[in-house]
């Protein structure tokens, strides 16, 4: 059974950092790729970042790209994302996900989900 908890959210203000972790349970980096998404209110689940299958390699949504740093701690079995430049359209719940096949961005290729973690940017 695969299990994610994301933790790390909170309020902030436009240009602050935050980072959050998803804590996942054994061997998970092993068999899944991981990544992140996010839900504004009243909009879709888009991609944020991810890793491929090797964990080699990472993804980027053009939104976030050069402000946020996908990584991972294989020891301790957490992603964590660095969000630095924070901006109110940044505003939404962020989850981490995990998925064994299909596409990186695709957001029906991922299987296991967390219960997603607030993020609020003020302006």
């Known amino acids: 059974q695969v299990q994610l908890v994301e933790s790390g959210g909170g309020l902030v203000q436009t240009g602050d950092s935050l980072r959050l972790a998803c804590a996942t349970s054994?061997?998970?980096?092993?068999?899944?790729?991981m990544g992140w998404f996010r839900q504004a209110p009243g909009k879709e689940r888009e991609f944020v970042a991810a890793?491929?299958?090797?964990?080699?390699?990472?993804y980027y949504a053009d939104s976030v790209k050069g402000r946020f740093t996908v990584s991972r701690d294989n020891a301790k079995n957490t992603m964590y994302l660095q969000m630095n430049s924070l901006r109110p359209e940044d505003t939404a719940v962020y989850y981490c996900?995990?998925?064994?096949?299909?596409?990186?961005?695709?957001?029906?290729?991922?299987?296991?989900w967390g219960q997603g973690t607030q993020v609020t940017v003020s302006s």
């Open positions: 890793f491929s299958f090797s964990g080699l390699r990472t």
């Open positions: 054994g061997r998970t980096f092993n068999t899944y790729a």
């Open positions: 996900a995990a998925r064994n096949s299909g596409s990186v961005y695709g957001i029906n290729d991922y299987q296991h």
